[in-house]
Each structure stands twice: as structure tokens, then as C-alpha cells.
């Protein structure tokens, strides 16, 4: 199943990791990255629209759209497996996770996907929020082939 990653700006802190765990997720699942420029300026209501934009831009149809949003719901692990498990044998062509800005998301784009998932009631550095996901996408990969991977709850 495709499983695509489109995030406001580069990686920066953490990228031999985050690379390593998009090699690991990137076993499981047809896995596509996509960093869209953060647009500049220090005000939301300029910043947003635009980086809505460059998301959208990249947004294929048919695909399933997750906003990753401090206001989303949380997901176990199990869950997300289990999720990502059905949107694979499912009419989907995909599943989009949607990482914003310093801004977040656009109150329109949230809207417009199917789910808001808050990976911690903690506020995360853009950095750490995409290495969360991507572990999340290995963890998932692992709980649905029965790997070693995952101690806890299947």
C-alpha cells in the first residue's frame, strides 16, 4: 500500500535517524516522502494559506488524508496497524499524513481529511513528530506480520 509522508520543511536535527526508520517503514509499506517549502512570515494568516497550498498540491486523489494535529484523536500502535491494515485492502489508493509547519495546519486542510491524529498531548518539534510517524509506520509493519518488533498488545 502506498503510505506518503508530506511535511512543511526539511529535516534538519535528526536526519541519519529519521532516515533509518524510513528505510525500516519503508519495508512495509510503499513508502513516499515529501517536504514542501515552509513559507516565511511571522503572522498564521500569511503562513498557512500558503503552506496549505504546497500540501495540496502534492495531495493525490482518492487517498485516505491524515492531519497530524495537536486537536486529534490518538491512535495505539495496534490501532494504526490495524488501520493501516484496512485502508490496504480497502477501495483507498493510499494513505496521506499531512505534518505542518511551526503554524501546524490550516483550519481548511484539517478539514478536509478524513482524520486528525495527535501522536502526544505534548507539542513536538517538527523533527520528532516525523520521527514518531515513522517509527509508528515500522512499529505498524511489524504488528502485521507478526515480527518481533512490538512487546506490547496485538
Do not use: N
Not at 500500500?1 to 541519519?16: F, Q, T
Not at 482518492?62 to 494504526?80: D, I, N, T
Not at 509547519?101 to 481529511?113: K, Q
Amino acid at each position: 500500500m502506498r503510505v506518503s509522508v508530506i511535511a512543511v520543511g526539511k529535516a534538519r536535527s535528526l536526519g541519519p535517524v529519521l532516515a533509518e526508520y524510513e528505510s525500516r517503514a519503508g519495508r512495509y509499506w510503499r513508502l513516499e516522502v515529501v517536504e514542501v517549502p515552509q513559507a516565511r512570515g511571522r503572522l498564521a494568516a500569511a503562513v498557512l494559506p500558503k503552506e496549505a497550498e504546497a500540501i495540496r498540491s502534492r495531495l493525490r486523489p482518492g487517498f485516505v488524508r491524515v492531519a497530524l494535529a495537536r486537536g486529534g484523536r490518538g491512535w495505539s500502535s495496534v490501532e494504526m496497524a490495524r488501520r493501516l491494515e484496512r485502508y490496504s485492502r480497502g477501495p483507498e489508493g493510499g494513505v496521506h499524513f499531512l505534518i505542518g509547519g511551526a503554524f501546524g495546519l490550516a483550519d481548511d486542510l484539517r478539514r478536509e481529511c478524513h482524520w486528525a491524529l495527535s501522536l502526544s498531548s505534548f507539542t513536538l518539534p517538527h523533527d520528532f513528530a516525523r520521527l514518531v510517524l515513522m517509527e509508528q509506520l515500522y512499529r505498524a509493519g511489524t504488528i502485521l506480520r507478526s515480527e518481533p518488533y512490538h512487546k506490547g498488545p496485538k
